[in-house]
C-alpha cells in the first residue's frame, strides 16, 4: 500500500512540476520591446506606419494575454498565444525597421540624381544665359532670369544640408522645388533666345 | 475500508479547500482590458501620439498602470485577488484613449482643412505675383522670397500627401504668409500708380482733343505709343521702355522712363544717332527740375546725383524687353514712319498709366473709372 503511494504521489510531483514549467515568456517580452522601440526610433511610425501599429497593437495584446494566462492557476498556464504574438511583434518590428532603411536609402540615392538633375538644369541654364541676347539686349528680362537662378544654389544647399542632417523627405522636396524653378527658367530662356533670333 | 481509501476521504474536503482557495477567486478584467486595448489601438491609428499627444500618454498610462496592477494582483492567492483598482485604471485608459481619439481626429482635420486652404490661398496669389514679377522691374518684387514662397508651398503640398499633418500646415502657413506680404508690398507700390490713371488720361484728352497737328502719347504701363492726328489716333505701337521704368525718372542713371508732358526739340537722323533715328525730347522740363530741387532737399535724392537728360523716342527697339536707359524705344521702321511725320514741337506725354491695369490690382474694386 505504502508502494502504491507512494507512486501516486510521484505522479501528483511530476503533474506539479510539468504544471509548473509553464513560465511567462519574459525574454521574448523584453525583445519584442526592443524591437518595437527600435522601429520607432527609426522613425517606423512615419516611414511604414501600418506595420509599426501592427507591431504595438499585437504587443498590448501580448502583455494582456501573459496576464490572462498569469491570473490562471498554475496547472493550467498556457503561454503559447502570447509567445507566439510576441514572436510576431519581434519579426514585424524587425520588418519595418528594415523597410524604413530600405525606403530611406531609396529616398536618399533618388535625392543624389535630383541634386546630380539640378546642377545639370543650372549649368544648362547659365549656358543658355551665354546664348541669350547681351549688353542691352533683353537686359531686363535676362537679369530677372539671372536673379532667379542665382537662388537656385542656396536652395540646393539647404536640400544638400537636410540630406545630410537625414531630413531626406525634405532634402528631395527641396531639390524637386529647385528643379521645377529651374526648369521654368530654362523655358523663359529658350523662348528669350528663340524671339531674338526671330 | 482500506487504509488509503480512507485517507483520501480524510484529505478530500482539506484539497477541495486548498482548491477553491488557489484556483476560485474575483475573475480578471481580461474583457476590460480588450475593450480599452482597443481604444488605444484606434487612437494610435488615427496618430494619437501625433495630433492629441498629453491625451494619448494618459491613456497610455493608465493603461500600463492597470496592467502593472493587474500584475500585482496575480501575485495574490486568487481568493484574495481584487480588480477594482484596475477596472477604474482601465476606465481612465478607456476615456482618455477616447478623448486622444476625439482630439487626434479633430485635430488632424482641422490641420487637414488649414492646409488645404491655406495652399489654395497661396496658389491664388502665387498667379498675379509670378506675372507682377515678370512684368515690373527685376527688383519690384523680392524674389528671394517668392522663391521661398514658392518651395514652402511644394512642401505644404508634398506633406500633405504623405498625411505630415503638423509640417504641411507650418509649411502652408509661411507659404501664403510670404505671398500675402508680398502682394501687400507691391500693392502698396501699385496702387498710386492705378489712382493716378485717371488724372493721365485727363491730361491727354487735354492735349488731343481739338488739338491741330501731332501730338504723341506714351502709355507705359501698356507699353504704347499712340500717334494723334488733329486729335484723332492714327497709329499704335508697342514700345520698349527703361529697364527700371516703373514711376517717374527722379535723377540720371536711375534708367527710368520720365513721366509728364514734354516736346520734341530735335530731330536726329540717320548718322545722328546709334539708334537709326530718334526724337529728342526737352526732359528734364520744368516740373522734373523741381522735384528733382525737392527730392535733394528732403534727403531722398542724394546731394550728389545728377538729373540726367538726353531721353528720347529712338530706334533700336522690337526686343521684346525693357532694355534702355530710359529712352523709349521702337522698331527701326516704326520709328522711321514717325519721325517722317513729326515736327520739332510737337507734344509728347508719357503717361505712368492710362488704363491703371497692373498685376495684382483690380482697378475696377480701386475706384478709379476709365
Same mark, same amino acid.
Given at each position: ?198 | ?43 494610435? *491609428?488615427? $496618430?494619437?501620439? !501625433? ?5 494619448? %500618454?494618459? @491613456?497610455?498610462? /493608465?493603461? =500600463?498602470? #492597470? +496592467? ?10 486568487? *481568493?484574495? $485577488?481584487?480588480? !477594482? ?5 482601465? %476606465?481612465? @485608459?478607456?476615456? /482618455?484613449? =477616447?478623448? #486622444? +481619439? ?269
Amino acid at each position: 500500500m505504502i508502494r502504491n503511494f507512494s507512486k501516486m504521489a510521484l505522479v501528483v510531483a511530476v503533474a506539479l512540476s510539468i504544471g509548473a514549467c509553464a513560465k511567462p515568456p519574459v525574454e521574448a517580452l523584453d525583445a519584442a520591446r526592443a524591437a518595437l522601440d527600435a522601429a520607432q526610433a527609426a522613425e517606423a511610425d512615419r516611414y511604414v506606419n501600418d506595420l509599426y501599429l501592427a507591431a504595438a497593437d499585437s504587443f498590448s495584446l501580448a502583455q494582456t494575454e501573459i496576464e490572462t494566462q498569469n491570473a490562471k492557476s498554475a496547472f493550467t498556464r498556457n503561454y503559447d498565444r502570447a509567445a507566439a504574438l510576441l514572436a510576431f511583434v519581434s519579426e514585424t518590428a524587425a520588418t519595418a525597421q528594415t523597410q524604413v532603411a530600405e525606403r530611406k536609402e531609396a529616398v536618399r540615392v533618388a535625392n543624389e540624381t535630383l541634386f546630380t538633375d539640378v546642377d545639370a538644369a543650372i549649368v544648362s541654364a547659365n549656358d543658355l544665359m551665354k546664348k541669350a541676347p547681351r549688353g542691352k539686349d533683353g537686359a531686363a528680362a535676362l537679369a530677372q532670369i539671372r536673379s532667379d537662378l542665382d537662388l537656385v544654389g542656396p536652395a540646393l544647399e539647404e536640400a544638400r544640408a537636410a540630406q545630410a542632417a537625414g531630413d531626406f523627405i525634405r532634402a528631395r522636396d527641396v531639390a524637386q522645388s529647385a528643379l521645377d524653378r529651374v526648369n521654368g527658367l530654362i523655358g523663359e530662356l529658350n523662348t528669350a533666345i528663340e524671339a531674338a533670333g526671330r | 475500508m482500506r487504509p488509503v481509501t480512507r485517507l483520501a476521504l480524510y484529505l478530500a474536503p482539506v484539497a477541495i479547500l486548498v482548491a477553491g482557495v488557489l484556483l476560485l477567486g474575483e475573475k480578471p478584467p481580461a474583457d476590460l482590458f480588450e475593450q480599452s486595448r482597443k481604444r488605444l489601438e484606434a487612437a494610435r *491609428a488615427a $496618430r494619437a501620439g !501625433d495630433y492629441a499627444p498629453s491625451q494619448f %500618454a494618459t @491613456a497610455q498610462e /493608465a493603461w =500600463e498602470t #492597470a +496592467l502593472q496592477s493587474w500584475r500585482e494582483e496575480n501575485r495574490r492567492i486568487a *481568493a484574495f $485577488r481584487s480588480f !477594482d483598482t484596475v477596472a477604474i485604471r482601465l %476606465a481612465e @485608459a478607456e476615456g /482618455a484613449a =477616447e478623448a #486622444a +481619439l476625439d482630439r487626434a481626429r479633430h485635430v488632424a482635420d482641422s490641420l487637414r482643412s488649414a492646409t488645404e486652404t491655406q495652399a489654395a490661398a497661396a496658389r491664388d496669389l502665387r498667379g498675379p505675383l509670378e506675372q507682377a514679377a515678370s512684368f515690373f522691374p527685376v527688383d519690384f518684387v523680392d524674389r528671394r522670397a517668392l522663391l521661398d514662397a514658392h518651395t514652402s508651398l511644394s512642401l505644404a503640398e508634398s506633406a500633405l500627401e504623405r498625411e505630415d499633418l503638423w509640417k504641411a500646415a507650418a509649411s502652408a502657413a509661411r507659404s501664403l504668409a510670404t505671398y500675402d506680404s508680398l502682394t501687400r508690398i507691391a500693392r502698396e507700390r501699385i496702387l498710386p500708380l492705378v489712382t493716378s490713371s485717371s488724372d493721365w488720361r485727363a491730361r491727354r484728352d487735354r492735349l488731343v482733343r481739338g488739338r491741330s497737328g501731332y501730338a504723341i502719347v506714351v502709355d507705359k504701363a501698356e507699353r504704347e505709343l499712340t500717334l494723334y492726328e488733329n486729335g484723332k489716333v492714327v497709329a499704335t505701337h508697342t514700345v520698349e521702355l527703361g529697364r527700371r521704368w516703373i514711376g517717374d525718372k527722379r535723377m540720371e542713371g536711375d534708367r527710368a522712363t520720365p513721366e509728364g508732358l514734354y516736346r520734341v526739340t530735335r530731330k536726329l537722323g540717320r548718322g545722328q544717332t546709334i539708334y537709326h533715328r530718334a526724337l529728342l525730347i526737352d526732359y528734364p522740363n520744368e516740373e522734373d527740375r523741381r522735384q528733382f530741387a525737392q527730392g535733394k532737399r528732403n534727403g531722398t535724392i542724394p546731394a550728389g546725383a545728377r538729373i540726367g537728360g538726353n531721353i528720347e523716342i529712338h530706334g533700336g527697339g522690337g526686343r521684346d524687353a525693357d532694355w534702355t536707359d530710359g529712352c523709349v524705344a521702337l522698331p527701326d521702321r516704326t520709328m522711321e514712319a514717325i519721325f517722317n511725320r513729326v515736327p520739332v514741337g510737337t507734344p509728347v506725354l508719357i503717361a505712368g498709366s492710362l488704363t491703371g491695369k497692373y498685376p495684382l490690382v483690380d482697378p475696377e474694386s480701386d475706384g478709379t473709372d476709365r
